[in-house]
């Protein structure tokens, strides 16, 4: 497992980070999220991505009880604040108030005493940005978390941020958490650059496309009986992609996987990994064997060539916005 710097922080991360959004706490049971926690950081893989919202609280009590046994200070945790969690007025956003109570709740559930990256997990326009920032500055200086982040964010509400922290005094923001990968590259365009220019590392979700670039979604055919496409709670960010169009230009990037003998999931998180705006690319995993699969994708050393070759493949549909 290979490491790299979150954004301009002294930190590092690994390449592949472990998520939880959609698995543990909800569609996985609880004794195969342990597993896949426990081969990844025997892996190598030191971050791990949770939020309050996953399941109200729970993937948060699933991750935090996967990694009890180990060192405290071995591996990366992160987890998020902004969507409800209750009814009340004040049960959500990003206001000082329920960043605070929510801190704490999250370490409560989480079973440890600090968090290493807090993150906003979308953008509050009710709140100024100013009492944000503050709040997490605070809970720096508490020693509460130690570092904070934002999670699909613009690179305008990027800019204000950053140079209010500046103005401020306040510990800077050291990573924004975007979807991004071969199907959704928005971020390319404005948020990387000036994440860049501002020092915040991307750690990305869904570089699989929910499990579009694995392959297993053919066209013509039915989705295999034990993907999250049959799930209720997770076919809806999945069933966007199911087009004929999308799963055309897999299949052509499926060929290019077989040429250099490698998984089509594999080459997708070496694509991500390409971006050396991206710290770290975050995978979710039901079974142990896709998170070893998708480890080994931190070694691959692809050509350039390749991803000339696979830029030609994406063009065919450019444009394309899916749910998430």
Known sequence: ????????????????????????GTAVDKQSAVECV????????????????????????????ALAPFSRSSYMLATKVYFPMG??????????????EQCDASLKRLGVDYIDLYQCHRYDAEVPVEETLRALDDLVQQGKIL?????????????????????????PLVSNQ??????VRYIEKEVI??????????????????????????RGAAVPADSRATNE???????????????????????????????????????????????????????VSQVEENAAASDLAVPEEVFIRIEHILKQIDGFVPLW
């Not at 964010?153 to 510990?171: E, M, N, V």
């Open 87 to 100: 009814d009340g007025p004040n049960d959500k956003g990003l206001s000082r108030k329920h960043i605070m």
């Open 193 to 218: 650059p000036t994440s860049e220019r501002f020092g915040l590392g991307q750690v990305v979700f869904s570089p699989l496309a929910q499990g579009i670039l694995t392959g297993k979604y053919k």
């Open 38 to 65: 426990h081969k990844a950081y025997e892996l190598g893989i030191n971050f791990f991505d949770t939020a309050n919202a996953y399941n109200r609280g729970e993937a948060e009590i699933v991750l935090g009880e």
């Open 233 to 287: 709670e997770t076919n809806r960010w999945i069933k966007t992609y199911l087009r004929d169009d999308v799963l055309g230009c897999v299949e052509q990037l499926e060929g290019i996987a077989k040429e250099l003998d490698i998984k089509l999931s594999q080459l997708a998180l070496a694509w991500v990994l390409r971006q050396p705006g991206v710290s770290s690319a975050i995978i979710g995993a039901s079974r």
């Open 1 to 24: 497992m290979k490491y790299r710097r979150l954004g301009n922080s002294g930190v590092k991360v690994s390449e592949i980070g472990l998520g939880s959004w959609l698995t543990y």
């Open 147 to 171: 570092y904070a982040g934002v999670s699909e964010w613009s690179a305008a509400q990027i800019t204000d941020a950053a140079q209010l922290s500046k103005q401020l005094h306040l510990h």
């Open 178 to 183: 975007p979807i991004y990968n071969m199907l």
